[in-house]
DNA sequence: CAGTGGTCTAGACCACAGT
DNA sequence: CTGTGGTCTAGACCACTGT
């Protein structure tokens, strides 16, 4: 039983190789399959399930491409021997708190237009002295400081005076906008906190923090954001699955 | 001219979507083709190359997989407006030190062989007490340390005791010996180094540092090395793209 | 409406691993 | 040698975007 029920429903609106990948992904999660497992071959699965090979490929490839599955020519695809995380993917910090069923309190600290200097200017694409959007958050859990957010945003790309970034991401207000991200740059590097940043995050001068500097395009592969934050490293680290291609 | 002076060798073993992505690639990098610049659609590429457009299609992939391309469905692929960089690869600092054409130098502090503990043993899916090679290196950049590294890699899975690990990166010795990585999971975190790490990494107590554990997987999905690794903020961070998907 | 990328088919031949 | 994934073809229809 090389892969258990696996159904596809044509009439559904979701591609066919996103059904298999979900329900193989699940089969992983679920134990039906464990690590070391091998899966049978494109060919035989594509026959049993009534899908061409490149659709079954397509599949496969998706959960290799996420650090599920591993595939070696003249040989099969097996299931890789990892403990369950999931990869990390293009959110915000809310949207992984949220997702993790805890409740985050943002806290906006300031919210206001500046202009773009030598550092924000050449992040955005934008021309010196052009208007940004400056937003400073600070985020907490269960009251405990977790992060210091400065994020700059050009004028041009969406007026962020309307928003409530006490109760929305930022990241949720530009996709609520038809802004839709599909590329970041992140640098993840390490200091000490300085006297204002140590008062913010309920710490003391010489505290070590984990700082995370990210520019984000769109669809069009527009600059829409760039921010310079910082995380508690009692509180938070970044995971990130590798896979070589 | 939507896409200058793209030829394909068909007599070549590399792959035509490879020809083909590696050629724009360097039209980006070179400059041929700008920031917002808007290539031509896929059909109409697929016959200017004399190809599919299932080939086509996979060679522009592999681009938006690397963060320099975005499509959008209806509108057509352009170029991202971000600065070039290259996207995080599976790869150890040392060989990320060679591409760059430093001459990083690497002194074992040790190479011995002990049991496993609950964490190497849950981490490398092997039982407690199984043998395990234990790897500790001081890595430095021209005369200053850079990073300190401590390594975990089953008996089973190849025998360390032969390499020198002054002259060989560890990656490098598993690809020397068939040994073909394909998956890493990577934890990215900060603290203040103690007493004895001070004193290796050049600094003193209370400096922070940059926390790397990875978990690396080779093509049958086995698990093949655990690491823990000091990096000195002052000289290294981390850069990662992330695409969505 | 025309143009674009997104998905899918039903084959084919090749390269590599293991027996 | 057999079996596997890797690559490639020549079409097709659909969904979405912007005019």
């Not at 490149?54 to 599949?59: D, I, S, V």
């Not at 977790?146 to 970034?165: C, K, Q, T």
């Not at 929305?168 to 991200?181: C, D, K, Q, S, W």
Request: aromatic fraction near 6%.
């Amino acid at each position: 039983m090389p892969l258990p029920e696996v159904v596809v429903n044509r009439s559904s609106p979701v591609p066919l190789y996103f059904q298999v990948a979900e329900q193989i992904e699940r089969a992983i999660q679920e134990g039906d399959l464990v690590a070391g497992d091998r899966i049978a071959n494109e060919v035989a699965l594509a026959d049993q399930l009534g899908l061409s090979r490149p659709t079954m490929r397509q599949a496969i490839q998706m959960l290799v491409d996420k650090g599920l599955l591993v595939r070696k020519r003249g040989v099969g695809t097996q299931v890789v021997q990892a403990p369950i995380r999931r990869s990390v993917e293009l959110t915000s910090l809310y949207d992984d708190l949220k997702r993790a069923g805890m409740e985050p309190a943002t806290v906006v600290l300031a919210l206001d237009r500046v202009p773009a200097d030598d550092e924000t200017s050449g992040r955005l694409n934008v021309a010196v002295g052009a208007g940004l959007w400056q937003l400073v958050r600070l985020r907490s859990l269960q009251g405990e400081p977790l992060a210091l957010m400065r994020n700059y945003v050009p004028e041009s790309v969406i007026d962020l005076g309307e928003a409530d970034f006490g109760a929305t991401g930022l990241y949720e207000h530009f996709r609520a906008n038809g802004i839709h991200l599909r590329v970041a740059h992140q640098t993840i590097c390490a200091r000490l906190v300085d006297e204002a940043e140590a008062t913010l995050l309920g710490g003391r001068v010489g505290d070590p923090v984990l700082t995370m500097t990210r520019s984000s395009y769109d669809d069009q592969g527009r600059a829409v954001e760039y921010g310079t934050h910082l995380y508690r490293p009692d509180l938070y680290a970044f995971e990130t699955t590798l896979v070589d291609r």
